[in-house]
């Protein structure tokens, strides 16, 4: 069946999955667009949001795979059917387009302030050229530098640099004066990402081969470390564990995630999350687009989350932030009526064993125990129902 409307104000999500090459590195949906019916694929995407998307969402956020590898034409298409559909352009605080060096110019970034892009998402992951080919990257280091020069011209006030740290071979090496480089370019949003070895990847492919080492838990924290320290100093706060922002530039989008509030995903594979039901879309391109075509919606799979595990969830996701969460707000977002609170009951022990601290009515990490951060986010976890799946829809 169709899926329904969300509620208005909803943020929304749209997944390209098209790149130019899969990096080695990426668990997400993406695929070589060498081939592919991209403009089959964004007509199914146009008519998914006609179908789905919430009206005026209060952010949107366009990622993939490699957005900015579409055409001006392509990107008009596209932008103007969401406008159309939402009315984004009016209600949005925050628009966000994902780019890769390669693929970004001054025309293409002009063109998306115009079509009510507000910020930009530039993908360098590194600067050492040996990483990047390591990574399976295709561009450059001066390609990074000169689409983020290209941005500014173009008069894109608002931008993110992905960088990813921790790579095999690279320890004791020069994380550090690349990261100043980046700084020096005074971006207002660094997202930087230790590197995860995520499965069906070729980097776990060859992590089990014994063709590259993961750098050691030691190495890996200094360098978290050292990442905070130097973001800090050039004015950038860290407000989530590999995030940091200048003030009033965090990314409104992902805060939304964190805080674990609703939220419309369409494209294929995307996912979405509204009032505890999560669903996730079709990966197959052909059946993402037979499936919305025929107007019976990309749904492949959804759960509900109730009870302790949607509370649960809510404090394994808000403990990823400076803010951490507070006990009562976690409650209203996850619906709890409860009058004993676990999460609060099992916060207090953390707190007591210095894993967490009570601040202003929030529990947030320490700075000490940043290193156990996925481990202590988990304590709050509870095993969520078994998804249901369309057996039409078991392709990957």
């Known amino acids: 069946m169709p899926q329904e409307r969300a509620p208005s104000g909803t943020s929304l999500y749209v997944h ?44 949107l956020f366009i990622g993939g795979g490699t957005p900015s590898l579409l055409s001006i034409a392509e990107l008009r298409y596209l ?31 002009a063109a998306l302030l115009d079509l009510g892009v507000t910020r930009l998402s530039i993908g360098f992951q590194s600067l050492d050229p040996k990483v990047l080919e390591l990574f399976g990257r295709v561009h450059t280091t001066d390609q990074s530098l000169r689409a983020y020069d290209a941005a500014r011209q173009a008069g894109v006030r608002s931008l993110n640099i992905d960088m990813i740290f921790a790579a095999p071979g690279t320890e004791g090496s020069s994380w550090g004066t690349a990261l100043g480089r980046v700084l020096d370019l005074e971006p207002e949003h660094l997202s930087a990402y230790n590197l ?108 509900q989350l109730e009870g302790a595990a949607r509370l649960g969830e809510t404090w394994w996701l808000g403990l990823r932030t400076q803010r951490g969460v507070k006990p009562s707000e976690a409650r209203e977002t996850a619906g709890w009526q409860e009058h004993h609170d676990p999460a609060e009951t099992r916060a207090r022990a953390l707190a007591g064993e210095g894993l967490l601290e009570e601040s202003r009515g929030c529990f947030c990490l320490t700075e000490q125990s940043l290193a156990l951060a996925d481990h202590i986010s988990a304590e709050f976890l509870v095993a969520p129902p078994t998804p249901s799946r369309s057996s039409s829809l078991s392709a990957p």
């Open 16 to 59: 390209l999955p098209f790149c130019q090459a899969k990096c080695h590195y990426c668990d997400f949906f993406s695929l070589p667009a060498e081939g592919q019916d991209i403009g089959g694929t964004l007509d199914a995407i146009v008519a998914e949001s006609a179908q789905r998307s919430p009206r005026s969402p209060r952010t």
């Open 79 to 109: 932008l103007d059917a969401l406008e159309e559909h939402t009315g984004f352009r009016a209600s949005s605080s925050e628009t966000t387009l994902e780019c890769n060096p390669e693929s970004l110019d001054r025309d293409k970034a």
């Open 196 to 303: 995860a070895f995520e499965e069906d990847t070729v980097f776990s492919r060859w992590l089990d081969q014994g063709r590259i080492k993961r750098m050691g838990d030691d190495a890996e924290l200094e360098l978290l470390y050292q990442t905070r320290a130097a973001a800090r100093a050039a004015g950038l706060e860290p407000y989530e564990i590999s995030n940091f922002a200048r003030a009033g530039e965090e990314c409104a989008h992902n805060l939304g995630y964190w805080a674990n509030k609703s939220y419309v995903g369409i494209g294929p594979s995307a996912v979405s999350c509204v009032q505890g039901r999560r669903a996730g879309n079709a990966k197959a391109l052909q059946t993402y687009r037979r499936r919305v075509g025929e107007g019976t919606g990309a749904e492949a799979w959804s759960e």
